[in-house]
């Protein structure tokens, strides 16, 4: 009973680890009927007539002084069910419309946000300018990632990309959308500086270590979510007194650790 007890723990901490965002479009199809296109900006085409690869169709837009000046493309929405680095890739250039031959020049920006599904409050993690993102004599491919702490976990959100007019009359091709949760296991706690307690624990569990603490889940063995917090300090308390007897899972954050601890409710 004890070896099925400890293989069971295991498989709970690694789905805890290991949950993820595994989202892709190529866009061969053109452009998605839901969760891509926003009223009220710039649109987007799938035509033909500007693409990346002769054998695979882009989707592109065209922002010049006079037009409504950002564009957007925004994904479905996707589930975070831990924080864990984010992987971005896509194909782009920027073309200079009347000549299609690349932009020279400072084109804009790209903004990449997030809003969580529902309330319509964009938040932008990242944003690129044309020193960035140069126009090319191709599409080219570009990665960049996102912190583990970019993204709020358990959450229903959409992330969007929106570009916005600076100068100049010109297309920006977008294609082979690509966005990820590495699946890399972030390093343990240093448990020289890590204290939780009390364990077994009846009303209130402190929580101290040496870096900040970004946030806190706890799991039953289940694997179900009871509870998630965000956290800003160093030390924490959480109060348990509304939870069940039983044995549960902690799973601890910061910037660039995790951990998982076992603790028994009185």
Not at 19 to 42: H, R, V, W
Not at 98 to 118: A, I
Request: aromatic residues 14%; glycine residues 4%.
């Amino acid at each position: 009973m004890k070896k099925i007890t400890l293989l069971t723990l295991f498989a709970l901490c690694s789905q805890v680890n290991y949950s993820q965002i595994n989202f892709s479009e190529n866009y061969d199809n053109g452009i998605p009927k839901t969760g891509t296109l926003d009223d009220g900006y710039e649109t987007f085409y799938a035509d033909g007539d500007f693409i990346c690869d002769p054998n695979n169709p882009s989707i592109y837009t065209n922002l010049y002084e006079g037009s409504i000046g950002i564009a957007r493309a925004r994904t479905p929405v996707l589930t975070t069910k831990q924080q864990l680095t984010t992987v971005i890739t896509f194909k782009y250039n920027i073309l200079d419309y009347d000549t299609e031959t690349p932009f020279v020049g400072d084109w804009g920006t790209l903004d990449v946000k997030y809003s969580l599904t529902g309330t319509n409050n964009w938040i932008t993690v990242k944003t690129f300018t044309s020193a960035d993102l140069p126009s090319q004599s191709s599409c080219v491919g570009y990665k960049f990632q996102l912190p583990a702490t970019t993204f709020p976990s358990d959450k229903d959100i959409e992330i969007a990309f929106e570009w916005n007019w600076k100068n100049g009359d010109w297309i920006f091709l977008f294609d082979d959308l690509s966005i990820y949760q590495s699946t890399a296991s972030l390093p343990n706690f240093d448990k020289n500086h890590l204290k939780v307690y009390p364990n077994p624990v009846k009303d209130n569990l402190s929580i101290s270590y040496n870096k900040t603490i970004t946030n806190y889940s706890i799991y039953d063995l289940t694997g179900r979510s009871i509870k998630n917090e965000t956290n800003s300090s160093e030390n924490l308390t959480i109060n348990l007194e509304q939870l069940n007897q039983g044995t549960y899972l902690l799973k601890l954050n910061t910037s660039t650790e995790n951990e998982v601890i076992k603790f028994i409710k009185e």
